[in-house]
């Protein structure tokens, strides 16, 4: 009933997410293109939430919970990388 | 007051939320374009992840609790929707501070219209040590 106005808020988002994929192609440094992918993770999570809601289906909210947690992951890896130009172990 | 009022309020609150979250989005989107370097990019990637992920989530999720004619599966909508929305406000600024002080002691990001940077005058000066920063 009242979920159908969300599809009004769709292409405010799909706008940044254009901004965003041209800054992660043409970002001068790496630490300018993984800002800019942290970013778009975070916009797929709100989509994955909205579109749950909007189209009922509780299976997709799931993925959001663990994208949140791979967005912190790459965020640990890079900058270890950055500091000592290796991934680890 | 009714429980047809409450969910009405509800819905108006969480559609506000979502609407802040789409203006920030697109504020986020062309500050991450505009800004010069990577130190003031930050500032986008903040606004990005609190006002334009956080705040639309929590909307999203009190939302799922007004659906009535959903069945009891909305309160794993809401739930999961808080635990993501608690997962961003906790990891955002970590991930952040870990890749602005990554990209500032390896010389990754090239700090390019330098307006003040203090912590090179006090490294220069001894008062911090690079390796305990």
């Known amino acids: 009933m009242a979920v159908e106005y969300l599809a009004y808020f769709i292409p405010f988002y799909l706008i940044a997410v254009i901004m965003y994929v041209v800054r992660a192609l043409k970002g001068p440094t790496i630490p300018d293109r993984v800002l800019a992918i942290d970013c778009l993770g975070y916009v797929l999570a709100t989509f994955l939430v909205i579109f749950s809601v909007y189209l009922k289906s509780p299976l997709i909210i799931a993925c959001a919970i663990v994208l949140a947690l791979w967005i912190y992951a790459l965020d640990v890896y890079m900058s270890k990388y950055l500091e000592k130009r290796e991934l680890g172990e | ?133």
């Open chain 2, 1 to 133: 007051m009714s429980s047809m009022d409450l969910n009405l309020i509800l819905t108006i609150i969480s559609y506000i939320l979502i609407g802040i979250g789409a203006f920030c989005q697109v504020v986020a989107g062309i500050g991450m374009n505009r800004f010069p370097n990577f130190f003031v990019r930050l500032h986008a990637s903040t606004i990005c992840a609190i006002g334009g992920s956080f705040v639309p989530i929590i909307g999203c999720s009190i939302l799922a609790l007004t659906l009535e004619e959903f069945g009891p599966s909305r309160f794993f909508l809401a739930g999961a929707g808080f635990v993501t929305a608690i997962f961003i406000v906790l990891l955002a600024p970590v991930g952040s501070h870990l890749l602005a002080k990554a990209a500032y002691f390896s010389k990754a990001a090239v700090l390019h219209p330098k307006v003040a940077d203090l912590l090179e005058e006090d490294i220069k000066k001894g008062e911090v040590r690079e390796s305990t920063v």
